[in-house]
């Protein structure tokens, strides 16, 4: 399936400043994994070493977590990507 992925400001120097890209997969997971294959330096703010997920994902207004990413894809899905916000 292909899947829009819409990016975060914050990473579009990542992605030659497109605020969209384009990738194929079945899962949340194997998409992101396109995302990385297509943009290398961007896998260091989506994931930590042990492959746990750094910021927030979205598919189609549902927070996707870490178990979540091999949620199944459909034609039309759209994945966002948001910074996480924290403050005090």
């Known amino acids: 399936?292909?899947?829009?992925?819409?990016?975060?400001?914050?990473?579009?120097?990542?992605?030659?400043?497109?605020?969209?890209?384009?990738?194929?997969?079945?899962?949340?997971?194997?998409?992101?994994?396109?995302?990385?294959?297509q943009f290398p330096e961007i896998k260091e703010w989506l994931f930590d070493t042990h492959g746990t997920l750094k910021t927030i994902i979205v598919m189609n207004r549902k927070i996707i977590t870490l178990k979540d990413l091999d949620s199944k894809i459909c034609d039309n899905d759209q994945i966002r990507i948001i910074m996480p916000l924290g403050g005090g």
């Open 1 to 37: 399936m292909s899947v829009i992925i819409e990016m975060a400001p914050y990473l579009r120097r990542f992605t030659g400043n497109n605020d969209r890209v384009a990738v194929s997969g079945a899962t949340v997971r194997v998409c992101l994994s396109a995302l990385v294959a």
